[in-house]
């Protein structure tokens, strides 16, 4: 007796599914024998296999049995093969036909009483599915809605490895699981439960955040705490222009390749806010691995990464975000392969001034001894601020603003000022692939866009002067007036754009944080 039979399956190869074909054979004798790089967890899986079947009333022969994870060059690994390799072993068996396997892709964790688990990294292999022209996929129940996003493509989701032994018998019929794609985007666009109404006493704070967000520009907040830093940053996406249904799917399909997606949550409807701690390690910050997964730099693609008390962070992990603010991805290289994932985000950062965070408090005087604001700073390197367009320092909210019942200026009334400037951008930048927004230009488009004359030049040069800004202020500067011009509907960059924007490098004067004795 000897029988081969196939099934179908993905490994995740970066972002991407990579098809994987499950080929069993069986034929006399009592070995059991898995090849094709498996790693533990799917070594492991040959055990759950053989009691899920049980389990399940479907008794497999003890047989010699060897499996072959095909491609064999690449790594498979987790539980994601369960079902896939329990399916092949009852067609071996002939518990089951084999002739409707070619038509769909597996995946699956078996629990030992037979029911299944839900995995990650479901939405790349739909999608690989309807690539490969397969008919539908069968998934765990909990995955059905993430992986029917993909339209033109039967979704079975099941609860047991019954149902799939009953289903491929012809014994009954599953329902398939069907999700408008662009019905739901529409209809279930996320409500935030904060809004800039309920920020007292900040109006140059939230005025930063609205250019920052209407060019996209990364900003670094400097004051000390209790100003509102964090209150605002967390606001930040309230304003931001919504996902398109392309950003939508994008941003799904990191979160399901990191595991990271909420239960029953089909498609990202809102920009993702990545706010990790300071003690967070490279590794989780920028992704990698010995597994290489997406770090949190990839899970605020198209969204925002927030780092509260900045200077706090590693030197080396901060260090690690120049490539992804200066690129847009992030490169993982490895022995055997390099990976990049997507990192297309904002930086919204907030920091102390100094150690005790009172430096130029105008009610609480600074303990630090002379030179420490500047050798506080100093953790920051210039490389990175140099990618960091807007720089403003906060002050503490005085009693009258706190206590001021009439709200401030809304979300609503602010985003639809952004979503106005970034159409703009877009029509702007249309014909160079690649750039959205002014954050992005590069110098040949800032010297087509972004020029300046007459007085608005005088004003920016005697500020360089006056203020001994360094020569990155500059570029820097023509950007952010840019955008604050796209915000005033003007196509010329006009004195009072270049003069705000000047206001918005605090932290590139050689004299911050110098106290005279």
């Given at each position: 007796m000897s029988k081969l039979v196939k099934t179908y399956s993905s490994a995740l190869v970066s972002l991407d599914a990579l098809l994987v074909t499950v080929e069993l054979s069986v034929s006399k004798g009592f070995n059991i024998s898995m090849v094709g790089l498996p790693d533990a967890a799917v070594r492991e899986s040959l055990s759950r296999v053989y009691t899920a079947c049980d389990s399940s009333g479907a008794h497999p022969k003890s047989y010699n049995t060897v499996i072959n994870l095909s491609p064999g060059?690449?790594?498979?690994?987790?539980?994601?093969?369960?079902?896939?390799?329990?399916?092949?072993?009852?067609?071996a068996n002939e518990v089951i036909p084999e002739e409707p396997l070619a038509d769909y892709v597996m995946a699956g964790e078996l629990s030992l009483d037979g029911s299944l688990q839900p995995v990650k990294g479901i939405l790349p292999m739909a999608i690989m599915a309807r690539e490969q022209k397969f008919k539908?996929?069968?998934?765990?129940?909990?995955?059905?809605?993430?992986?029917a996003v993909v339209n033109d493509l039967e979704v079975y989701g099941v609860e047991s490895l019954r149902e799939v032994i009953d289903?491929?018998?012809?014994?009954?019929?599953l329902e398939p699981t069907t999700v408008n794609t662009r019905e739901e985007f529409a209809q279930q666009q996320c409500v935030s439960s904060v809004d800039f109404s309920e920020v007292k006493g900040q109006p140059a704070l939230v005025r930063a955040m609205e250019v920052a967000a209407a060019g996209g520009h990364n900003i670094i907040m400097i004051g000390s705490p209790g100003s509102g830093k964090s209150m605002v940053a967390k606001r930040l996406p309230t304003i931001l222009p919504p996902l398109t249904l392309h950003e939508a799917l994008e941003t799904t399909k990191i979160y399901s390749?990191?595991?990271?997606?909420?239960?029953?949550?089909?498609?990202?409807?809102?920009?993702?806010?990545?706010?990790?701690?300071?003690?967070?390690?490279n590794v989780a910050l920028v992704g990698g691995g010995t597994t290489p997964r997406p770090g949190e730099v990839s899970l605020a693609h198209n969204g925002v990464l927030f780092l509260d008390e900045l200077a706090e962070f590693n030197r080396v992990a901060l260090e690690l975000l120049r490539q992804?603010?200066?690129?847009?991805t992030i490169t993982i290289s490895r022995a055997k392969a390099t990976f990049s994932y997507p990192a297309s985000f904002m930086l919204v950062a907030a920091m102390n001034p100094c150690p005790c965070g009172y430096y130029n408090d105008p009610n609480r005087e600074c303990t630090c001894p002379p030179g420490a604001p500047a050798k506080y700073l100093q953790k920051l390197s210039g490389p990175l601020l140099d990618r960091i367009d807007i720089q403003i320092e906060t002050r503490p909210v005085d009693f009258d603003s706190l206590s001021d019942r009439r709200p401030s200026e809304s979300s609503a009334a602010i985003r639809e000022r952004v979503i106005k400037a970034r159409e703009i951008q877009l029509r702007r930048f249309a014909p160079y692939p690649g750039i959205h927004c002014n954050a992005q230009m590069t110098p040949r488009l800032m010297k087509q866009f972004a020029y300046v004359e007459g007085d608005a030049m005088k004003i920016l040069r005697q500020a360089m002067i006056q203020r001994d800004l360094s020569a990155r202020a500059y570029d820097r500067i023509l950007k952010v007036a840019r955008t604050i011009a796209d915000l005033d509907g003007s196509e010329q960059i006009s004195l009072k754009?270049?003069?705000?924007a000047i206001n918005y490098r605090n932290l590139d004067r050689s004299s911050w944080g110098i106290v005279s004795v």
């Amino acid at each position: 007796m000897s029988k081969l039979v196939k099934t179908y399956s993905s490994a995740l190869v970066s972002l991407d599914a990579l098809l994987v074909t499950v080929e069993l054979s069986v034929s006399k004798g009592f070995n059991i024998s898995m090849v094709g790089l498996p790693d533990a967890a799917v070594r492991e899986s040959l055990s759950r296999v053989y009691t899920a079947c049980d389990s399940s009333g479907a008794h497999p022969k003890s047989y010699n049995t060897v499996i072959n994870l095909s491609p064999g060059d690449v790594r498979k690994e987790g539980t994601v093969f369960d079902l896939p390799i329990a399916v092949a072993l009852l067609a071996a068996n002939e518990v089951i036909p084999e002739e409707p396997l070619a038509d769909y892709v597996m995946a699956g964790e078996l629990s030992l009483d037979g029911s299944l688990q839900p995995v990650k990294g479901i939405l790349p292999m739909a999608i690989m599915a309807r690539e490969q022209k397969f008919k539908g996929v069968i998934v765990p129940k909990e995955n059905a809605r993430e992986a029917a996003v993909v339209n033109d493509l039967e979704v079975y989701g099941v609860e047991s490895l019954r149902e799939v032994i009953d289903f491929i018998a012809g014994r009954a019929k599953l329902e398939p699981t069907t999700v408008n794609t662009r019905e739901e985007f529409a209809q279930q666009q996320c409500v935030s439960s904060v809004d800039f109404s309920e920020v007292k006493g900040q109006p140059a704070l939230v005025r930063a955040m609205e250019v920052a967000a209407a060019g996209g520009h990364n900003i670094i907040m400097i004051g000390s705490p209790g100003s509102g830093k964090s209150m605002v940053a967390k606001r930040l996406p309230t304003i931001l222009p919504p996902l398109t249904l392309h950003e939508a799917l994008e941003t799904t399909k990191i979160y399901s390749v990191a595991g990271a997606l909420k239960d029953n949550v089909s498609l990202m409807k809102s920009r993702p806010f990545r706010a990790p701690h300071h003690t967070i390690s490279n590794v989780a910050l920028v992704g990698g691995g010995t597994t290489p997964r997406p770090g949190e730099v990839s899970l605020a693609h198209n969204g925002v990464l927030f780092l509260d008390e900045l200077a706090e962070f590693n030197r080396v992990a901060l260090e690690l975000l120049r490539q992804p603010l200066e690129d847009r991805t992030i490169t993982i290289s490895r022995a055997k392969a390099t990976f990049s994932y997507p990192a297309s985000f904002m930086l919204v950062a907030a920091m102390n001034p100094c150690p005790c965070g009172y430096y130029n408090d105008p009610n609480r005087e600074c303990t630090c001894p002379p030179g420490a604001p500047a050798k506080y700073l100093q953790k920051l390197s210039g490389p990175l601020l140099d990618r960091i367009d807007i720089q403003i320092e906060t002050r503490p909210v005085d009693f009258d603003s706190l206590s001021d019942r009439r709200p401030s200026e809304s979300s609503a009334a602010i985003r639809e000022r952004v979503i106005k400037a970034r159409e703009i951008q877009l029509r702007r930048f249309a014909p160079y692939p690649g750039i959205h927004c002014n954050a992005q230009m590069t110098p040949r488009l800032m010297k087509q866009f972004a020029y300046v004359e007459g007085d608005a030049m005088k004003i920016l040069r005697q500020a360089m002067i006056q203020r001994d800004l360094s020569a990155r202020a500059y570029d820097r500067i023509l950007k952010v007036a840019r955008t604050i011009a796209d915000l005033d509907g003007s196509e010329q960059i006009s004195l009072k754009h270049i003069s705000e924007a000047i206001n918005y490098r605090n932290l590139d004067r050689s004299s911050w944080g110098i106290v005279s004795v």
